[in-house]
Structures are given as C-alpha cells and as structure tokens.
C-alpha cells in the first residue's frame, strides 16, 4: 500500500505502511534509498519500475475541466432546489391551510 498525501514540500513523505514489513537502507553519499523483505515477512521482493516523467508538485493539479464541471454541478443543484424542490416545500408547508 502506497500513500502520498498532499503536502506544501517538493517531496513525499513515506511512513509505517511503506516500511512495515522491508528492511530500508537510506544511502545518502549516492542519494537513493534502498528496500528489501524482512526474512520472515512474507513480502515479495521490490521490483524495478519507470523513472517518473514529471516532478510530484505536477502530479496532483486538478484541470480547468475538473473546476468546470464542479461549478456546474453546483449551479444544477441549485436551480434544481429553486425551481423545483422549494415550490415543493413552500407548497407542503403552507400556512394558509387549515384543517
């Protein structure tokens, strides 16, 4: 399980559930961190994967789309609840009925 949250630093923090189960060996004269399975954990060794193509601070921006679409749902939502929904209300509790 892998979990990067967003932060305002240019890098990601790795906590317990990246390293509960590896041995980690942080090699600072080369810059790089190495992991390996504790003998009896029962992990699968780490395989090799692609370099990323684009920094993290990149990763998570959201598109013009995204904001579009959330500005719309917001404005459905609201003449739904204006020209619908209200009638509905303002007709079910009016208080010139008597009984």
Not at 18 to 42: E, T
Request: proline content about 6%.
């Amino acid at each position: 399980m892998l979990l990067v949250l967003p932060n305002s630093y240019e890098f990601a923090l790795l906590g317990q559930p990246v390293f509960q189960g590896y041995y980690s060996h942080h090699d600072m004269d080369n810059k790089r961190i190495g992991y390996a399975p504790l003998k009896n954990s029962g992990k699968a060794p780490l395989t090799y994967g692609d370099k990323p193509l684009r920094p993290l601070s990149e990763a998570g921006k959201t598109s013009m789309w995204v904001y579009f679409l959330v500005i719309v749902y917001f404005v459905g939502c609201f003449c739904l609840y204006w020209f619908y929904l209200r009638a509905l209300i303002e007709g079910q509790w009016d208080k010139t009925v008597t009984t």
